[in-house]
Each structure stands twice: as C-alpha cells, then as structure tokens.
C-alpha cells in the first residue's frame, strides 16, 4: 500500500501525522527526453544524480529493500527503505518507497515522470515525520533542512542531461 500515489495524477489523499510536500518541474519536451528520463528513475536516477548511493544498485522493483546512502559532509547514513508502488504507463512511469527502521525519518517519497502534450515532467512527493530512533528525533529539525536541499538538487538531478539530450534532438531535426 503506498502513501503517496504515483500512478494518481492528483495527489489528494490526507495525510495526518506527517508533513506533505509536492513539486514539479519540467524537464524539457520531445520523445527521446522522455523515454532517456523514464528509463534513468527506474535505475534511481533522481537519487544517484542527487549525490545518494544505492545499494544494491539495479532497476526500481515492488518489494525490493535498497539501502540509500547519503553522504553530507564526508559521513555515510544509511537510508534502508523499501520499494511499495511502481508504475510503468505510456505517459507516466515512476515508483514509491517507504522508509524502514533505522531510517533517519519517517514516510515515504515518490519519483514521477510523466507528460502533459510534449512536455517531461518530474514529480516528487513527501510525507515525513520524525524517525524512529531517538537519536534521528533530537536532529529532525536540521534533517528538515536536508531533506530541503535534496529536493532541490532531486529537481535540478535530471535537468543538465534533459537539456543535453534535448538539444541533441534539436541539432537531429535540423
């Protein structure tokens, strides 16, 4: 069962308990952008690009249990979550994780591609709460703050190649 709906196109399901946040960003448009940028989320792409290790590396499966590695400030944290929705249609692909104990928080995240026209867009959903463990609750304000600069730098992940492969198309149609 997941939280955050990938395969919804509007999110609106309530959430109590947890903190929400959704953001889009468009990518760029055309066919091979789209299909270079479905095939990247579902080898975590937004995560690897992002600065994250994943562990065992591979493509996104239902049920699979990866441990995502986050390295600020020269430290390696351990991220184990596992792998509850993917979804793979013509215009929308992408999946949704859960977090597992010794999380640093609490939730689930979502990784969306989909189009609107020509357009590529990526979608990424939150839910948070504090982790577990006592000592991921004393720092869950400075998490917040990482949590917000990953989502940042998980919106501009795919963006450099995007514009590459765009502007491959372009000189192509040329």
């Known amino acids: 069962m997941t939280l955050t709906h990938p395969s919804h196109a509007v999110w609106n399901e309530p959430s109590p308990g947890f903190r929400r946040w959704e953001k889009s960003a468009v990518l760029g448009a055309g066919d091979s952008l789209w299909e270079w940028v479905a095939a990247e989320v579902m080898r975590w792409g937004v995560k690897t690009r992002s600065g994250f290790s994943i562990s065992p590396a591979g ?27 993917v979804v793979q ?3 929308r692909v992408g999946f949704a994780y859960r977090t597992l104990p010794g999380h640093p928080v609490s939730g689930e995240e979502a990784f969306i591609v989909h189009r609107s026209g020509d357009d590529v867009i990526l979608t990424i959903r939150s839910l948070t709460q504090p982790g577990l463990q006592v000592r991921w609750r ?9 949590q ?3 989502r940042r730098r998980y919106l501009r992940a795919l963006r450099l190649r ?7 198309s372009r000189r192509a149609a040329l």
Do not use: C, K, N, T
Request: proline share 10%.
């Open 59 to 85: 493509l996104v499966s239902v049920g699979s249990q990866p441990v995502i590695l986050a390295h600020p400030f020269g430290l390696s944290i351990r991220e184990p979550v596992e792998v509850v929705d």
């Open 89 to 91: 249609m013509p215009d």
């Open 138 to 146: 004393l720092v869950y304000p400075v998490l917040l703050l990482a």
């Open 148 to 150: 917000a600069v990953a």
């Open 162 to 168: 995007a514009d590459h492969v765009a502007g491959i």
